[in-house]
């Protein structure tokens, strides 16, 4: 079962930064049993992704559905699609009106509209795991179940300054989304992963090589389906993660939380690397039982994620 009720309409939102939205939409989609009647899993999309995460074009259909890892005979599924993502008609012009705890902050107001008390697993991977750690740094009651995939509490500096040039992609060149989902994909995948597909080879009709040729058809397919407008925003949110911006530290905000926190890095992801994964693992661990850590194997980088869905699944089996 899946409903596309109407959205959800937040009055007098103001952001972080001090700007006044008098009205916000909050479109979601509602997947598996009907709210109320089953725990419920919160699904946060990524950089591309909205909130149609199972289904037809469903971006998360290895993991979420029927007889799936989350079973949608089990559990309702809520996602909500971040505002401005382009799935809906509503847009936003300034994006640096916005970090990643405004949508986080936007994500509770849906969940309190809707009457849910408390979820029972909230799961994302990249900045939607990213906008998770928000959600429960400012609600540490919200969830029973924490699963940040392929990202962390806070962007390090490596990707602040990955998503400066996407910034600068986005605001100086002539083919904009084009450009900046090539150096984009640089980031998503790995050498190796390049490697093992690519093999130096040439492609014979374009006489280019065939990681120039795939590069180009990347650029080119995100091109003809998302607004340059959601890219930007998108980008800023990646790049303000921080629980602890303005706020208390680390270990206040965390040892605030009952929720188990079961981080999910991947071996060869140079955006979200499992260094930093592992800090915040160790960090955790000091103050807080509750805390796993677990790796996905994998040559594919930061894509694993909606790659070794297989692993995934072994990791996941436990919680759901």
């Not at 847009?91 to 408390?118: H, P, W």
Request: aromatic fraction near 10%; charged fraction near 20%; glycine fraction near 6%.
């Amino acid at each position: 079962m899946e409903s596309i009720p109407n959205p959800i309409i937040l009055q007098n939102f103001t952001t972080e930064s001090g700007v006044l939205y008098n009205l916000l939409p909050l479109s979601f989609a509602l997947f598996g049993l009907p709210l109320h009647t089953a725990p419920v899993v919160l699904v946060n999309h990524a950089l591309t992704g909205n909130a149609q995460v199972t289904g037809e074009n469903g971006w998360w259909n290895d993991l979420v559905g029927e007889g799936k890892t989350i079973d949608t005979n089990k559990y309702s599924v809520l996602a909500f699609n971040i505002p401005g993502n382009g799935s809906d008609s509503f847009s936003i012009e300034n994006y640096q009106d916005f970090v990643a705890r405004d949508v986080a902050r936007i994500f509770l107001k849906g969940i309190e509209t809707l009457q849910i008390k408390e979820l029972y697993a909230i799961i994302g991977g990249s900045v939607g795991g990213g906008i998770a750690w928000e959600m429960l740094a400012l609600a540490p009651n919200i969830t029973k179940n924490l699963i940040p995939i392929a990202t962390d509490w806070k962007s390090t500096d490596w990707m602040i300054a990955n998503c400066f040039l996407q910034e600068q992609i986005l605001n100086n060149s002539s083919k904009p989304i084009e450009d900046a989902r090539i150096h984009a994909m640089l980031c998503y995948r790995s050498p190796e992963s390049f490697k093992e597909k690519f093999q130096r080879t040439i492609n014979q009709d374009l006489l280019i090589f065939n990681i120039e040729s795939w590069l180009a058809h990347h650029g080119k397919k995100l091109q003809q389906r998302y607004q340059l407008s959601s890219y930007k925003l998108m980008n800023q949110l990646l790049k303000t993660i921080d629980i602890t911006r303005n706020s208390d530290d680390f270990e206040t905000l965390l040892s605030k939380t009952p929720a188990a926190i079961h981080i999910i890095a991947i071996d060869s992801d140079l955006f979200f690397t499992p260094k930093e994964n592992l800090e915040t693992y160790n960090e955790l661990k000091k103050f807080k039982e509750n805390v796993f850590y677990s790796q996905i194997n994998s040559v594919h980088g930061h894509d694993a994620f909606l790659i070794e869905y297989k692993q995934l699944d072994n990791l996941l089996a436990a919680i759901f």
